[in-house]
């Protein structure tokens, strides 16, 4: 009940197209959703995150869309470029960022 | 500045040999955290500590040892129990719900 799902765990876009990301979640007190971008050999960076009473969140190029009903969360990449080439990290929390639950990575390539 | 320190950016040691990984922050962060993460994989909760002198296991403690004995240090002891040691080490401390993560130091042991 604490797993997160992310998928695809590999994606492959053209410059300028959308990336999206999806993620699952069971447990219902999660609260807090962010993602994650790493690039090789860096730690990962917070993108952007999103909590359960709003829908979507944008912030530039990055969208995320939260279906609470559903229990999935996903992020979109708008026009999506090279330099958004990194993997990314779907996680979910529930207490004081004590109770991180981290999927397991989406590895993007966007091709010029 | 602000932010998380971790160093050596690269370690090399000798299988048998006990490894310390430093991880400093000075955002006044409560709770820290070490993570792992192997090529292509995702990241793995190694041990987390919510307060000075108070620290829990997480998933993947074994072979590892922590201290907490500052607020800003936190750092990660990579025993010779450990038996497969080489991988990349993330330090992480966060707020009330945000997780910031340092640079990470790469292990390898041969």
């Known amino acids: 009940q604490q797993q997160v799902k992310q998928s695809p765990q590999s994606l492959i876009v053209q410059k300028g197209g959308i990336s999206i990301i999806n993620c699952a979640y069971e447990?219902?007190?999660?609260?807090?959703f962010p993602w994650y971008q790493q690039f090789p050999g860096k730690g990962p960076a917070l993108l952007i995150a999103?909590?359960?009473?709003?829908s979507e969140k944008k912030e530039g190029r990055f969208t995320i869309s939260f279906n609470k009903s559903a229990k999935q969360f996903s992020l979109h990449i708008m026009d999506s470029q090279p330099g958004d080439s990194a993997t990314y990290f779907c996680?979910?929390?529930f207490g004081y960022g004590q109770n991180f639950v981290f999927g397991p990575g989406t590895r993007l390539s966007v091709l010029p | 500045d602000g932010g998380i320190t971790q160093s050596p950016k690269y370690l090399f040691r000798k299988e048998g040999q006990n490894v310390t990984l430093s991880c400093e922050q000075n955002?006044?962060?409560?709770?820290m955290y070490w993570y792992r993460q192997d090529p292509g994989q995702g990241l793995r909760l190694i041990y987390y500590?919510?307060?000075?002198?108070?620290?829990q296991k997480g998933d993947i403690a074994e072979g590892y040892s922590v201290s907490r004995e500052k607020k800003e240090s936190f750092p990660l002891t990579v025993t010779s129990a450990q038996k497969n040691p080489t991988a990349f080490y993330l330090c992480?401390?966060?707020?009330?719900?945000?997780?910031?993560f340092g640079p990470g130091t790469r292990l390898t042991v041969t």
């Open positions: 992480a401390s966060s707020t009330d719900y945000e997780q910031y």
């Open positions: 447990n219902t007190a999660f609260d807090y």
């Open positions: 999103i909590r359960p009473d709003v």
């Open positions: 996680a979910a929390d």
């Open positions: 955002l006044n962060h409560d709770a």
């Open positions: 500590s919510q307060i000075v002198n108070d620290f």
